[in-house]
Each structure stands twice: as structure tokens, then as C-alpha cells.
Nanobody, 120 residues
């Protein structure tokens, strides 16, 4: 089993920045791929970014968000800059063994989510 715990969400004004963290524990051998998804009220969960040996981003966040990881700490980060009101959502950390997918159903492990609210 893998446990994922997110932190770092909050309220920020448009144009501001936040950094989310996701700490993994348990069978971390199953977390070669770490990803961030988000879900806004009334909308489906959508892919944001993922990292394994490479990184992959949704078009909507490219050049604004950066995903990184610290393998020694089993932690993945999402640096979010130039935030927009449309970035408001619950952000979820997810993990799987191999291959980056943008489809949330491909991920077996999920965190509880952290709220990000961007005011205009």
C-alpha cells in the first residue's frame, strides 16, 4: 500500500504563487510516476502535471506550473506561479508504478486533496 499526504494549499490572489507538496510512504517502489490532478466544483477531475524520469504538463498550466520531486524524501512538489481564478480547485496527488497517463483512472493511489483558491 501507498499513502499520499498533500499540503500547501490555501487562498491566494490572482497572479500569486503557491507550492504544493505530496509526501509518499509505504510501498514507494510503486510511486515511480507521481502526478497532480485537480477538480473544480461541478467539473471532472483533470490532469495537471506528472513526473517520472521526465515531466509532462497540461496545456493550461505549461509555463506557469513546475513539478519536481525529492526522491530522498519521497516527496513531489507542484510550484504554481501566475495563478488564475480558474486554477481554483481541490488538488490531488496520485501515484502509479510506471508510465505517465493523463487519465485519472490509471492511478491506483491518491491523497486526500488540498484546496487551492485563487481570488480575482
Amino acid at each position: 500500500q501507498v499513502q499520499l499526504v498533500e499540503s500547501g494549499g490555501g487562498l491566494v490572489q490572482a497572479g500569486g504563487s503557491l507550492r504544493l507538496s505530496c509526501a509518499a510512504s509505504g510501498r514507494t517502489a510503486s510511486t515511480n510516476v507521481m502526478a497532480w490532478f485537480r477538480q473544480a466544483p461541478g467539473k471532472e477531475r483533470e490532469f495537471v502535471a506528472a513526473i517520472s524520469g521526465s515531466t509532462y504538463y497540461a496545456d493550461s498550466v505549461k509555463a506557469r506550473f513546475t513539478i519536481s520531486r525529492d526522491n530522498a524524501k519521497n516527496t513531489v512538489y507542484l510550484q504554481m506561479n501566475s495563478l488564475k481564478p480558474e486554477d481554483t480547485a481541490i488538488y490531488y496527488c496520485a501515484a502509479r508504478s510506471v508510465v505517465i497517463y493523463t487519465d485519472s483512472t490509471r492511478y491506483a493511489y491518491w491523497g486526500q486533496g488540498t484546496q487551492v483558491t485563487v481570488s480575482s
